[in-house]
């Protein structure tokens, strides 16, 4: 028996654009499922797909074990919220959510009984008789999900939902959505560029960039173990070395050979072997900076480096420290036990220390995986004022 | 009155603008409406109650007496001619314009204008000539005529002149560029996403074409039916032309009464009758559409 929703080889092409390029991809039931990519990665086409609103040129889409590729969209049992929540003006809130009731010719009575309930769910029980003009940003956003969800669809698909919030309310809508979710407990499809979005809310998320799926994987996973370059960049910030594997060092680390490095191990689990090409990757908050020469343990990574930059963040710093043709960036937090050490400044020469485990090797292919990476992510993150973004930071001037 | 400050933020509600403000804005169209207008209209409404003069003038003193050639025993069919012809036209106006409306507004940009200048081209040719045209077309000798017979649609004696169906058929065609105008002026600013919304939650196509497209463009609705039904309630030159004595409407008596008995006097009571036959259900239609926005005010309670 095939998963309860299922993505067979699906291809969707514009012109000459392929805007989804061969995605199979399987959702479990109950899921909290996110299709994570830069804009024009495909993400929202497959959700169109998935809404019934485009055909795939190739490929079968499977609900429940039901191929629903050529089912109109009024007739899946799934529902969206559009990213700018299409309200219909002419309606109230209570009519809103009512909608697909009405159109479903179910009697008056049950339709207010049911609305009743979705005010009461999204807390919105005085503002029933209210136009959508009427109420603020995060309110629409409830009556949408809660037009959405009364059709008790078996997928619902959210397309970007917060991006028409300021912070403060996406960061209260995302708990909401979360809560909801665990309330209903029906399958969500998150479309979003979001990483933190699709981080904090996920079982699983499947990273997409030029119309493919690039990873697919727990929050931690695709964090932790990136499986390429680009899902390494757009994920989080994080540092590339460029090398190759020098020797190996037992069976489960190896040496590089990284231009201005001392050598550097790094835990190799994806059987590379002696003389391929590489890109080390290593995150900004897994590297500590220090005054004074760390010890060298078999596991560790330590390397003399020149501070070029410090940017003081309130709950972390970021410092920018050069090796060679390496501009390296790393975060530290604060806490009480910092404090009482003298703050490392601009000009010092420091030792930058990293263990083997928090490397990760990414086969070196092509040019266009250099292109990739060369290409910062367009929304890093949280607060990223410091300076430009660690992404691109791996080879400077 | 000192005006009160704009509220900050997006929408400010149309209430809370200063009324002062407004006042000097709308007093320039407010006069010129009063002078064009309302000072004629009443100028018309006071002549039917005035003698006519054996020359054609207006005479002296008040009567009742025009008023009560009203009760002519040909006008009634004439009025309800005049009614069917134009609440037809303006039906039949709608149900082209609302999917050419919908079909321009769904078109590429540039497509839109494309389509935009074919419905205005037709005005660049003088609107009588183009009524000609049609008489030419329908002529019992005209092209019209002869590729209906070809065609075995109609008889060689078929008359598709000189008849209410001409009529009808010439007035929807002078008739529908102006309710194409404002229904596509309203489906441009329609946001078709509202279409995928409603079928998304169920509805088909159609349906939720009903239930909220056809809502959406409610104003532009409103305004071609206005701007068909009004000047069709009006016509003459058409009726004239293709329409002949069996389909004369109101505007051709008022037309007869002015130029060939010189009446003015029973010109204009026909005139108010139809300007009553008018202002009525436009008032009817815009009580109706404020009654809904009161329904839905703006201003208040805005978080």
């Known amino acids: 028996m095939a998963e309860f929703l299922e993505f067979e080889n699906v291809h969707k092409h514009y012109g000459r654009v392929r ?32 809404a019934g609103f485009e055909r795939p040129d190739q490929g079968r889409v499977f609900l429940d074990g039901q191929d629903i590729t050529e089912l109109p969209p009024h007739k899946r049992k799934v529902n969206t919220i559009f990213q700018n929540y299409a309200l219909f003006p002419h309606l109230t809130v209570r009519q809103n959510i009512g909608f697909g009731l009405k159109i479903e010719g179910i009697d008056k009575a049950t339709i207010e009984r049911e609305v009743d309930a979705m005010l009461a769910l999204i807390q919105m029980e005085d503002q029933a008789g209210k136009y959508p ?101 757009f994920i989080g910030d994080t540092n590339f070395f460029e090398g190759t594997v020098d020797e190996m060092v037992g069976p489960d680390y190896s040496r590089l050979a990284i231009d201005g490095f001392p050598d550097v191990v790094v835990f190799n689990d994806k059987q590379l072997k002696t003389g391929d090409l590489i890109y080390l990757s290593v995150r900004p908050e897994k590297i500590r900076i220090s005054r004074d020469r760390p010890e060298q343990g078999a596991h560790s990574n330590v390397v003399p480096a020149h501070v070029e930059d410090v940017v003081y963040l309130g709950s972390h710093t970021k410092y920018w ?62 607060a990223d004022n410091g300076g430009e973004s660690a992404a691109t930071g791996s080879r400077g001037a | 009155m000192a005006a009160r400050a704009p509220r900050p933020g997006p929408a400010v509600p149309e209430g809370r603008r200063s009324r002062g403000a407004e006042w000097s804005v709308t007093l320039p169209s407010f006069l010129w409406l009063v002078a064009l207008f309302v000072v004629p209209s009443v100028i018309v409404f006071a002549i039917a109650f005035k003698p006519a003069t054996p020359y054609g003038g207006i005479g002296e003193g008040w009567t009742l007496e025009t008023i009560r050639t009203l009760g002519n025993p040909n006008y009634p069919a004439i009025v ?23 079909f321009m507004a769904r078109a590429p940009k540039r497509r839109q204008n494309t389509l935009l200048l074919m419905v205005i081209i037709p005005f660049w040719t003088s609107f009588l000539v183009r009524i000609f045209a049609w008489k030419m077309l329908l002529h019992p000798e005209g092209l019209l005529k002869r590729a209906l017979v070809a065609l075995g649609l109609a008889g060689p004696d078929t008359q598709l002149l000189y008849n209410p169906w001409a009529v009808l058929l010439v007035l929807v065609y002078t008739e529908l560029p102006f309710a194409i105008l404002p229904i596509y002026a309203a489906a441009e600013k329609f946001d078709f996403r509202l279409i995928e919304a409603a079928r998304d939650l169920g509805a088909s196509p159609f349906r939720a074409f009903r ?93």
Request: aromatic fraction near 8%; include cysteine.
């Open chain 1, 133 to 233: 003009d009427q109420v603020s940003g995060g309110q629409k956003q409830r009556v949408a999900i809660a037009r959405a969800l009364i059709k008790k669809p078996d997928v619902l698909l959210l397309d970007e939902p917060l991006a028409a919030l300021d912070l403060k309310l996406r960061q209260k809508m995302l708990i909401e959505l979360d809560l909801i979710h665990d309330e209903v407990g029906i399958t969500f499809v998150y479309v979003t560029h979001d990483q933190g979005e699709a981080m904090s809310l996920s079982d699983r998320i499947a990273v997409m960039n030029h119309g493919k799926v690039e990873q697919l994987g727990s929050p931690t996973e695709i964090y932790e173990a990136p499986r390429s370059s680009f899902v390494a960049a």
């Open chain 1, 19 to 50: 805007a989804v390029d061969g995605v199979s991809l399987s959702i479990r039931r109950g899921e909290f499922f996110s299709l994570l990519g830069p804009s024009g990665c495909g993400k929202t086409t497959l959700l169109r797909i998935l």
């Open chain 2, 80 to 102: 309800w001619r005049t009614i069917w012809l134009s609440v037809v036209t303006t039906v039949a106006c709608l149900l082209f314009a609302v999917p050419m409306g919908y």
């Open chain 1, 321 to 382: 420290a050069r090796v060679q043709d390496y501009r390296i960036a790393v975060y530290q937090q604060h806490n009480r036990f910092l404090l009482d050490e003298q703050p490392i400044r601009w000009g010092e020469d420091v030792f930058i220390r990293w263990h083997a485990d928090d490397g990760f090797m990414l086969e070196r292919y092509s040019e266009s995986d250099e292109r990739l990476m060369g290409t910062p992510p367009e929304e890093v993150g949280e």
């Open chain 2, 211 to 303: 239930s909220v497209f056809l809502p959406g463009i409610r104003r532009g609705i409103v305004t071609a039916m206005l701007v068909t039904f009004i000047p069709a309630l009006g016509a003459y030159v058409v009726p004239d032309i293709v329409g002949g004595p069996s389909s004369e409407m109101i505007g051709n008596k008022i037309a007869q009464r002015t130029f060939v008995d010189r009446n003015l006097p029973e010109a204009s009571a026909l005139s108010a009758l139809l300007a009553l036959a008018v202002l009525l259900p436009t008032f009817g239609v815009l009580v109706l559409n404020r009654g809904r926005d009161l329904l839905a005010p703006k201003s208040e309670n805005s978080p």
